[in-house]
């Protein structure tokens, strides 16, 4: 079965490094997504991504975070400068439309731990 | 955004047969219902999706009534492995794809 997957699976960082979380799609999808999950709270939606622009964004998608499509199989997520809370597992999706019944599939996750 | 209501928490023994309603009271016509499973420190995984009536496959039945302003998953004969957290999901678009999950509800299975 196809799956999206995500590199690394645990990063440590100093508060205010730039991290990068990469991420491979599923091969044929053409939406792709970030989410994160704080420990012990429930998943948040960051950001979509369709057509090498972002589609949706939350509010917590502010001007530190940025995506970036680099070539055909990629998908990254950069944290410009980090903070402490940007501690929490990040995932990265992907689903083949970007309508209501085209099914999300998530990658295992990356683990960001700032300290 | 159709906002979704689930319990917080439930348990069940295992080879029980487990029930978990969500209620989405404004879903939109055109919205699909998923509900996915997360085990701690792992991505949500896909379990089923449907529109209306009832959809089955090899691991769960998801039951919507007419109104689709409710469904239900059903897990026949739960497992220890069957603990987890469930997600009910209405998806929605404006012009990308922002699925937003509830606060689930945790499953707990015990021997």
């Known amino acids: 079965e196809p799956e999206v997957t995500q590199t690394p699976s645990h990063q440590v960082t100093q508060m205010g490094q730039e991290v990068i979380l990469r991420c491979v799609p599923i091969?044929?999808?053409?939406?792709f997504y970030w989410y994160r999950q704080i420990l012990g709270q429930k998943v948040e939606f960051l950001v979509s991504?369709?057509?090498?622009?972002?589609?949706?964004k939350s509010e917590i998608f502010d001007d530190q975070f940025s995506v970036e499509r680099p070539d055909g199989s990629n998908f990254t997520l950069k944290i410009r400068s980090t903070k402490l809370e940007d501690s929490a597992m990040y995932f990265c999706?992907?689903?083949?439309?970007?309508?209501?019944?085209?099914?999300?599939?998530f990658g295992e996750g990356s683990w960001l731990t700032v300290v | 955004l159709a906002k979704t209501t689930q319990p917080i928490s439930m348990d069940s023994y295992e080879g029980q047969e487990v029930n978990i309603t969500c209620s989405h009271n404004n879903i939109a016509t055109n919205d699909y219902i998923t509900w996915y499973q997360q085990f701690p420190s792992q991505g949500p995984r896909f379990i089923i999706q449907?529109?209306?009536t009832k959809v089955t496959n090899e691991v769960a039945s998801l039951f919507i009534p007419a109104d689709r302003k409710s469904s239900t998953l059903s897990l026949p004969r739960v497992s220890l492995s069957d603990t987890a957290v469930y997600y009910c999901l209405v998806g929605v678009s404006t012009g990308g794809f922002k699925t937003i999950f509830g606060a689930g509800t945790r499953l707990f299975v015990k021997a």
């Open positions: 991504f369709y057509n090498n622009e972002i589609s949706e």
């Open positions: 091969s044929n999808h053409l939406y």
């Open positions: 449907g529109y209306k």
């Open positions: 999706a992907s689903s083949a439309g970007g309508i209501s019944g085209n099914t999300i599939y």
